[in-house]
């Protein structure tokens, strides 16, 4: 196995902060996160930018939401990278029982030159545990 490099270091600790923002429900962290022409796909839904996730985001306000991430794989290619998660996201609604769902995600990150790896394409492939 070949050693760790910066922007492997780098690129895990994203994810890290990612979850950790989301775990403290930091939605304005979370979307520092990301670049301007993000674009998400999750399975049953068209394709969605940055708007929208706000926007669906902002619907969790009164709810809890655990995240944990397991990073299997990263490649760094100049300024693009990927990185293979498999992750698993417990939502607690109000007066409701928790909804677990786990699955893989793969990611595309682009090097922005002042602030680092920054997610640029999203594929989440979850489904209920």
């Not at 780098?10 to 429900?25: E, F």
């Not at 998660?85 to 786990?102: G, I, S």
Request: glycine residues 4%; aromatic residues 6%; negative net charge.
């Amino acid at each position: 196995m070949t050693a760790a490099t910066d922007d492997d270091r780098a690129i895990r600790a994203l994810i890290d902060a990612w979850i950790a923002a989301t775990n403290a429900g930091e939605l304005a962290k979370v979307r520092s996160l990301m670049t301007d022409d993000v674009v998400f796909l999750v399975p049953g839904q068209a394709p969605f930018g940055a708007e929208a996730f706000e926007a669906r985001a902002q619907n969790l306000d009164n709810v809890r939401v655990h995240a944990e991430a397991d990073v299997r794989e990263v490649s760094v290619l100049g300024d693009w990278a990927w990185c293979q998660t498999h992750l698993t996201v417990t939502v607690t609604p109000p007066d409701a029982a928790p909804k677990r769902r786990k699955g893989y995600a793969l990611s595309i990150l682009r090097k922005h030159p002042q602030l680092g790896w920054l997610i640029a394409r999203d594929a989440n492939m979850l489904a209920p545990a």
